[in-house]
């Protein structure tokens, strides 16, 4: 057990430096601050900025001064708000924006999924009637709307005509949550409910499954009591493809209802062309990623029997 997590951490390790590397390299290609173009600024003014942010220095130089700060989460200064640190704009003291912020909501968002899918899937399996139907309805729907559409029908409908939660002014709380954590989980979790149904209807044509028919039991019995364990086990591996999807949705989701997380900061980055920012947040992106997937591949390997430390 032990070797395979130090062999999951060391391809980690490696993963996340290639991916730091590549964007330094690319990030450093253009080779452009917006504030050299800013002809307002006299020589000397001018001078300092390139020293603040080492465009004085030699590629190679800031390469090296730039894993160094990286052992430390020190990623420099922003370029869009000068002599500002990254680190305080991603971590602030008063944790009321930055990462903390996107790891609260994402953290929400993953437990609604979770449980309302693996719900949603039992549910739909064990009663094959109406409810079935209008579940499939549902999750069909969720398939078929995109999360950029439905975030501003959500918005209009129950923010600016109902009036039932609102929309400006974050605050974390139940009603600025709501909307936000339904709109980026209900496509999610209609296909986490599809995988669980599928799942439990596979297990359900087992030869196990026959025997258990065999003796007389109920096919809620069956479910509950033999199905629903051997069923679990895919969904664990399909966790990972869940927190990849609510991390990249969770950019769009904090641009739409304003949320101030590293989402709203990736797209400002990008905008004001603030490539320091950028190459911080796309490591910090790599790095939640890389280490949820190992989490999941632990607990795959934990709870499946079949599959062996490799």
Not at 82 to 107: E, K, M, Q, T
Not at 197 to 225: C, E, P, V, W, Y
Not at 237 to 248: M, P, Q
Request: glycine share 6%.
């Amino acid at each position: 057990m032990l070797k395979f997590i130090l062999k999951k951490i060391f391809i980690a390790v490696t993963i996340i430096f290639t991916i730091a590397t590549c964007t330094f390299f690319l990030t450093n290609s253009f080779n452009e601050a917006p504030f050299l173009n800013d002809k307002s600024l006299d020589v000397e003014s001018l001078k300092n900025l390139q020293h603040m942010y080492g465009l004085d220095k030699s590629l190679f130089v800031r390469y090296c001064d730039f894993l160094k700060g990286l052992m430390c989460l020190d990623f420099g200064y922003s370029y869009s708000n000068i002599g500002v640190p990254i680190h305080d704009l991603i971590f602030p003291a008063d944790r009321n924006s930055g990462l903390i912020i996107s790891l609260h909501y994402c953290l929400i968002v993953f437990i609604v999924v979770t449980i309302l899918g693996i719900l949603i899937g039992i549910i739909s399996t064990i009663n094959n009637g109406i409810l079935d139907k209008v579940i499939s309805l549902f999750t069909v729907l969720g398939f078929s709307i995109p999360t950029i559409i439905l975030g501003p029908v959500l918005i209009q409908i129950f923010g600016v005509q109902l009036k039932w939660f609102p929309t400006c002014q974050w605050n974390f709380d139940f009603q600025h949550l709501f909307l936000p954590v339904l709109t980026l989980s209900f496509s999610i979790l209609c296909s986490l409910s599809q995988v669980e149904k599928m799942n439990l209807s596979d297990i359900m044509n087992s030869q196990f499954i026959k025997m258990a028919r065999a003796k007389g039991l109920t096919r809620k019995h069956i479910i509950l009591k033999h199905a629903l364990r051997p069923a679990f086990i895919p969904v664990v591996g399909y966790l990972g493809s869940i927190i990849s999807n609510i991390l990249t949705g969770t950019v769009i989701i904090e641009r739409l209802f304003g949320l101030p997380g590293i989402g709203n900061l990736t797209i400002n980055a990008a905008l004001s062309r603030d490539y320091p920012m950028m190459l911080a947040l796309i490591i910090i992106f790599s790095v939640i990623f890389v280490v949820s997937n190992i989490v999941v591949d632990v607990l795959y390997v934990l709870i499946d029997p079949k599959v062996k430390f490799d």
